[in-house]
Each structure stands twice: as C-alpha cells, then as structure tokens.
C-alpha cells in the first residue's frame, strides 16, 4: 500500500512518481502518463477502480494524468501475475485505487485549493454525509494550467516558453453506501470526467495546433448479501469514453469513443477459518465505432474464476492459488493461473513466492486500426515467478527497521510491439522477452520525544531484453527494451515535529533507450522536491497550510523524448476539513 499524506492538491501519476519506484512515463504535466512495472508496459499493467479494470479496450492503457488524488482514499500496488485474477492484461502488475468509507453519523466537508507556477490552479471539493445505514458522498476537483514553463532548445540553448500547453479538468464523483437490515450492503458509484488539453510541439517542431478532448463517464453498483455459508457479491459497471484528437497542420480529426458493460457475481464460502474457496463468473462486453475503423468494432468475453486461500492453524503458512478460463468471442482462450505461498517465521521475519501463468489478447488498436491494424496477431503468452524477503526489526528503543526485497523472473512469448511498415506503423508478433531483476523497500522510523523521523529507500533493478529476432539484421538481440530504465531509486524523507511536518524526496531514473538497438537513449536524471505543511486549527477544525518546491536542482530532463519537463517550480495551498 502506498502512503497517502492528506494533500490531494494533485493527480495519481504525480502522487505515484514521487511516492514509489514505479517508473511513470510522462509527455509532461497534465498529458499522457502510463504506468510500467517490472519491466512490462502500460498495456500489461491493470488499473483496477474498485474491483473493475478500467485500461481502455482500445489501446489497453489508463491515463493516470486525469484520475485527481482526492477521488482516491487508498492506492494498493500489486506486482507480478494478476491476469488470473482481473484478465487479460495484468502480466506485470495491477495498480487498485480503491474509496472507502465510515458509518460515523456525521457531516465532514473538505476543502482544498492550490496556486502554482505557470499558472496552475487547483480545486477540490470533498463532501461526505454519514447516517445510521448510509454514506453519501460528493467529489469535486478542477485543475487549470497554462503550463508554459520555460524550455530549454537542444541545439542552440535558446530558453523559450513552451507554447500551446493550455489543459483543463473537471471531475464529478458520487457515492452511496447503503446498509440493509439482513446485513446487506449496496454501493452506487458515479463519476464523470472532463479534460481539454492543447498538445505542445516537440522540441523538434516549431509549433503545434493540436489539441485533445476526453470525456469520461463511470458507473458501478455493486450488492453484498450472506446466504447461509456463502458471501454473495453482484457487480456491474458502465464505462464509457470518449477521446478526440484534432491536428489541423496534419489533417487529423480522430473521434475514439468506447462503451463497456461489465457484469460480475462472485460466490465465496468459508468452511472454517483456514480455508476460503470463492468462484466468480464475469462478462465483459466492448464496442467502438471510431473513425478509424473500417466498421463498428465489438468483442464479447466471458471469464470463470476459481480463487482457493488457505492458511494454517497457527498462522504460520499461508496459500492461494487461483485460476481463471476466459471464453473470447467463441474461442477459448488457454487457462491462466497463479499460485502464492508465505511462510511467516516470526513476527520479524517471512518469505513469500509466487508462479503463475500469462495471458494477453491483443487490443482493438493492435488489431483494427487503419491504417496498421493486424488481425493475425497471437496474443502474448508466458509465465512469471517471484520470491521475496521481510525483515521487521526494533533495533532500539524507538527505532525500527522495515526491510523487503524481492527477485521476479519473466518470460513472455508473441511480446506486441508497433513497428514502422512503409508509411505507416503496425503491430507484430516479434519479440520473445526476458524480463528479470530484483527490487527493495526499506524503511527507518524513529522518535524523539514530539520528533518523529521516517526515511524510506525504495529500488528497482530490471533487465527487460528481447531473446529473439526474427532476421539477421534486427539488431535489437540482447537489448533492453525501449523506455525501461534498467534502474530507477526513490529516497523519502520526512520529519515530524508538533505541528510542522517537513520532508524530501529524492528519485533517479537511470537510462531509457529510444531505439530498439540502444543506440540512442535519454540521459538517466536525479529529481528532488521539498515539501512543507502546518496544521493549525481554524475554529477547532483541522486547517493545512503546505508548500512545494519541484526540482529544486533545477534539472532540465526529458521522461519521453522531445518531451521536456518543468524546471524549478512550486506550489502553495491549504486543506482545511470541517467535521460536523
């Protein structure tokens, strides 16, 4: 899980970049951020919002840039094998950001609101009602942005100010909680999201006219019941997308809109409290009728899951395996598993590993988008294991020591990948990849008195090489993969004194090759932010003034080429919480 601070003056890819060592890839503050674990992509990376996948059927990722940090109360990463658990698509990982609740009998209001550099503003709004049996909540956030920070020309060091950088966002989010006399819970969650954001040249252009529209409509209930033994769960979503993109200079009007209902019963029954055994049955049915398309795209999916969990009787040994059969438009696609199991030694010391099988169907883009779209694509196959490590450990009086590491192997068959072919690019079956290495999680926390100190170190080592080629001349045999940084270190540390809470971040994001033969690539670059708050009481509610200075080293650095990010810069605002 992933530390939340209270401060939601920001999206997800920003909270996550500076909070963990997933490597974020960003063409620049309020645009496109996906997410890569493991050496893996966006596309084998799930975004799960509670309990439904929501990486688009179109090109199988999730913008991370227009999910605001305030419509988020808990963000849990999962690394390793999850499509026998959510689908095709979570070969490296699963990212679950998940809201929750409180029966509390009371009214809370939260306000935040932040001005920053290059006329940034941010807004939220929070408002939760609390009665007896039911929890309703609304959700506000707007962001503004001219983002014309000051960029910096390769070939002759001219600074100019970055142009046709304006983004705005508006989100809505309601919730409901409603708890039944029999026990029983129905959850209603409704969001809706617009963004408008003007795309900038790259630092190879002159100038840009191009600009994008996304609109985004959710909607999950979900119901809970007990019968007898068995713990019922009834789900279904709306998801709806639409993404519009306009380049006048090169004539593009592209309108990619997708519809998705998802609908899910899971059946869980446990016989005694070392065994749990649930089975769920899910239908994913997908359309789009985007202008790049041919005619109107649809494929239907249903998927059967089998989760077993056991643990032993003195809590000393845990085990889960899980399983899952998908049905793909009247083609069975090959079984898909995943088994884990812990040893917990001490109450200072465990061990875990995990195995599993992997699974991806190519995306509609990957097989339908004209022009480039390759319907004899094979989806990807492989397996994947993990063993790993935790030491907790109070070293002295006050001072403990939280150690976790952990080595992953992957091997993945059919990789897709985009490749140029003629005028224009399409995706092959190419590359056989390794994926390979080993990540840790350290943690110190001390306290003196009223002072509490925290330091936290976070790395990732990962080889992410392609095994085979398809000719003599491809020269990308042996080669790490294009924007994986073999290398990527996260430093926090934060100091607590009374009221004042003080902390530093330091990441590294070492090289990222752009061509599949490492011969060209982007500078690895240290980023550091500074972050200040005090909290104070305005008529004995909780008030947040806090402070932010980004980059302080005033690193001039690209995450994606020709993409280049802020210098300095900062940002002020406050979170004052009226409870009720």
Known sequence: EVNKDGINNSTLDEFLSSNS??????????????????????????????????????????????????????????????????????????????????????????????????????????????????????????????????????????????????IYQLSLMNENYIHFRNGSLLKIIGMYQQFNRQIPPTLSENQSLAHQDDNVRRILAEYKFNKNKYVIDIKSSYLNEVNNYFNPTASISSNNPFTSFINEIDVKNQFNENNIVSFSIMNNYSFSNSNNYFSKIKFNRLSATLVYNWKSKNNKWSQSFNTRQVYNDNQIVPLTFSYGANWNVSDKLSFYGNIGKLYRLPTINDMYWNPGGNTEL?????????????????????????FETTIFNRNINNWIIWYPNGSYWSPQNILKVWSRGIETNSTIT????????????????????????????????????IYTPHYVFNTFLKIKFKRIDLSYTHNYTGYRFTTADNTQFLDPFHLSNLKFSYTDKLKDRPLKIFYKLNNIFNVNYQVVLNRPMPLINHEIGFNFNINK
Not at 446 to 459: G, H, M, P, Q, V
């Open 21 to 166: 060592t997933i490597f974020i890839k960003s063409y620049g503050p309020g645009y496109l951020s996906t997410i890569s674990l493991r050496g893996g992509n966006a596309q084998q990376t799930s975004v799960v919002w509670n309990g439904f996948v929501i990486n688009s059927p179109l090109n199988g990722i999730a913008d991370l840039s227009i999910i605001p940090n305030s419509f988020v109360d808990e963000v849990n990463i999962h690394f390793g094998n999850t499509a026998a658990l959510w689908g095709s698509g979570g070969l490296s990982g699963a990212v679950h950001i998940n809201n929750k609740y409180e029966l509390n009998k009371s009214t809370n209001i939260i306000i935040g609101s932040s001005f920053g550099s290059f006329s940034n503003y941010k807004n939220y709004i929070n408002i939760s009602k609390s009665f007896n049996k039911w929890h309703t909540s609304f959700r506000f956030f707007r962001n503004q942005n001219e983002n014309d920070f000051t960029i910096i020309k390769p070939t002759s060091n001219q600074r100019i100010s970055q142009s046709n950088s304006n």
């Open 378 to 402: 094979q989806p990807e196959d492989g397996y994947s294991n993990d063993v790993g490590a935790k030491i907790n450990i109070d070293l002295i009086q006050n001072l403990k020591l939280n």
């Open 446 to 481: 001390y306290r003196l008195n009223s002072i509490k100190f925290n330091l936290s170190f976070n790395s990732s080592y990962v080889l992410s090489t392609n095994q085979e080629t398809i000719n003599n001349n491809d020269q990308s045999l042996g080669r790490q993969l």
